[in-house]
């Protein structure tokens, strides 16, 4: 298998993975629950791809849970900004209205 990169869109209660090979091509996706049967599912989907990695929205804030387990359970993680994917106003703070799809592909992109 080639090489693929997970980008994670983190919320509270939600997780959004766009999974996107090395020609830039979406090759798989969901939306998962943060709960442990959530994880474990978010898990389980990205470790069907043997040459993965997993870009995560805001280590340092809302996807620093989701980051340190993964990085937990063994898997590479690196932090992407919120500000290199999301829309900001002029202080620099997220806009919201993206779909988290859009966000999780423009989290593999940055």
Not at 28 to 40: A, E, P, V
Not at 65 to 80: F, K, N, P, S, Y
Request: charged share 25%; net charge negative.
């Amino acid at each position: 298998m080639a090489r693929v990169i997970i980008g994670v869109d983190p919320h509270k209660r939600s997780a959004t993975i766009e999974v996107i090979n090395e020609r830039e091509q979406t090759i798989g996706q969901g939306r998962f629950g943060t709960d442990t049967d959530g994880y474990k599912a978010v898990l389980a989907a990205g470790r069907r791809h043997k040459d993965r990695e997993w870009a995560v929205e805001g280590c340092n804030g809302i996807g620093r849970h989701v980051a340190q387990r993964l990085v937990a359970d063994g898997e590479i993680v690196v932090d992407v900004p919120v500000a290199a994917v999301s829309p900001v106003d002029e202080d620099g703070s997220a806009v919201g209205g993206t779909d988290d799809d859009v966000v999780a592909a423009n989290i593999v992109m940055a």
